[in-house]
């Protein structure tokens, strides 16, 4: 448990104060305890230092900030090959999230709760500061939803929700300080009520904000809603995810197939609805696609291949197929290639980091209609993007729910939904290696520099297995993060 909110805020407020473009904050690395939530002015400079610690806080280059979380889902779901390169190889694998003493299992923890912390404190604090009304009253719906997308993102992958009643993570809804006591675990069911709450508290307190369109990292109706939507399909309230998604993606349309060949780094894409950008002057965040971008030189990593596999979800005529090549670099020949993200600027190395966009709240739309057994209206939602995506159209045939959970994949792909989406659905990794027709290497020719060919064998997935040699299965112990040794040794009444 955290012992001095202060301290975590002075920090915050320090972060927030590095970049004047981005951050709209009257910066200060010495605030005295009895004036940080003062003035509105204040508690906005709270609130913006709190969203830049949460992204561009680095742990290790391996875990830069908040999005990493994303990266570590996706590294371990079906769909991304990873590489032996630097950084998400033991996630990959899956003998780093369950080991409690690792760096990464505690920088996810300690993002979650710092910024929780934070929103605790702006929640009880902002109706006392001095300053306009309608501010102080935006303020506190942005670290309702904030907090509420902290608990949401602690929900998705620490505990599986069969029955609501397993034992996930402690809850905080007040400021803490040096004597604060540490919580026992709350049940999943728990946790998402809070979330909802949240939420529900935040639209009302946001409803008549409306942000600058550049800002699109600060928390307006859309995005309330967008979340919102999320927690209710993730705790199987159909109705209610119906309802908040089509309010999430009011006003953001589906882009065109040449924007999503873009490279997904640009917070000016019409379809994103919330999203973290970057400038050449704060561009700590952008540190996340050097391991996304397979394609541009200045990439470090290239880590996120493809699984062979994967490409055969899509038409030829999906926009979506023209991402696939081979690799033909000669230290990687014969991966696979899923060209999304690329970055905005490759010389600066920036790209904005995408959060939500409208094609999910369509996906989530189909999805609870689904699961709610309205088939036609499920596969109207699922139509509309599959169309915008220039895909064959669904007409029936096979599983419904099963078609948009693979939709999921293939339009999510490297946004962070694959672990997440296992987890909370009871599905299982599936990872099954790239073999001819006869059980034998795949064997591919891949172009050269100098107009030749080379004949390789192709690469998919390097593990294969759970780390006791077991095939991957449904709710296995192995998909779910630790709780850090230290939080462990801190709070005796963890497991209370």
């Known amino acids: 448990m955290k012992k001095n909110i202060f301290l975590i805020i002075i920090a915050a407020l320090v972060l927030g104060a590095c970049n004047k473009d981005f951050l709209d904050t009257k910066p200060t690395n010495a605030v005295p305890d009895d004036q ?42 079906s769909d991304i090959a990873v590489t032996q390169s630097y950084g998400l190889r033991d996630s990959y694998g899956y003998t780093e999230m369950t080991d409690n003493t690792k760096n990464r299992v505690n920088a996810f923890w300690t993002i979650l709760y710092k910024v929780i912390d934070n929103c605790n404190n702006v929640i009880a604090k902002v109706d006392n500061a001095t300053g306009d009304a309608d501010k102080k009253q935006r303020l506190k719906g942005q670290a309702y939803a904030l907090r509420a997308n902290c608990y949401l993102t602690l929900a998705s992958f620490y505990q599986f929700n069969r029955t609501g009643t397993e034992k996930a993570i402690p809850i905080y809804t007040e400021p803490s300080g040096p004597t604060t006591a540490g919580k026992a675990k709350s049940t999943v069911a728990e946790v998402y009520k809070q979330v909802i709450d949240d939420l529900q508290k935040a639209l009302p307190l946001l409803q008549n904000y409306e942000r600058n369109a550049t800002q699109k990292w600060k928390i307006d109706l859309n995005v309330a809603n967008g979340l919102l939507a999320r927690a209710y399909l993730y705790n199987r309230q ?46 700590n965040a952008s540190y996340n696609f050097h391991f996304l971008d397979v394609s541009s030189p200045a990439s470090y990593y290239q880590s996120f291949m493809a699984d062979p596999y994967f490409k055969n979800f899509f038409d030829s005529a999906d926009v979506r197929f023209r991402l696939f090549d081979w690799d033909t670099l000669p230290d990687q020949e014969g991966y696979l290639r899923y060209k999304k993200f690329r970055f905005r600027d490759a010389g600066a190395l920036v790209g904005d980091l995408v959060l939500m966009r409208s094609a999910e709240m369509y996906l989530i739309e189909a999805e609870a209609y689904a699961q709610s057994g309205n088939t036609t209206k499920g596969a109207e939602a699922l139509n509309v993007l599959r169309a915008a995506r220039n895909a064959t159209l669904y007409k029936g045939g096979g599983s419904l729910v099963d078609t948009i959970l693979v939709e999921r994949r293939k339009e999510l792909w490297g946004e962070g939904f694959s672990l997440s989406d296992i987890i909370r659905t009871g599905g299982t990794v599936v990872r099954k290696p790239f073999l001819s027709y006869n059980g034998q290497d795949s064997i591919i020719s891949v172009p050269r520099g100098d107009g030749t060919f080379v004949k390789v064998s192709a690469q998919g997935h390097l593990t294969l297995k759970q780390p006791d040699g077991t095939p991957f299965v449904p709710y296995s112990k192995y998909y779910l993060f630790a709780i850090p040794i230290t939080e462990l040794q801190n709070n005796p009444n963890i497991n209370n």
């Not at 290790?60 to 590294?75: E, M, R």
């Not at 995810?241 to 993606?249: G, K, L, N, P, Y």
Request: a negative charge; aromatic letters at 16%.
């Open 36 to 77: 940080v939530f003062n003035t509105a002015d204040n508690v906005e400079t709270v609130i913006n230092g709190t969203w830049a610690y949460m992204f561009e806080e680095f742990f290790t280059f391996a875990v830069p900030g908040y999005k990493s979380i994303h990266l570590t889902s996706d590294a371990m779901g």
């Open 238 to 283: 159909w109705t209610s995810a119906i309802t908040a998604a089509v309010a999430a993606r009011n006003g953001y349309p589906l882009m065109s197939g040449d924007d999503y060949n873009k490279g997904f780094s640009d917070i000016n894409n019409g379809e994103w609805i919330w999203g973290h950008a970057q400038t050449p002057n704060q561009s």
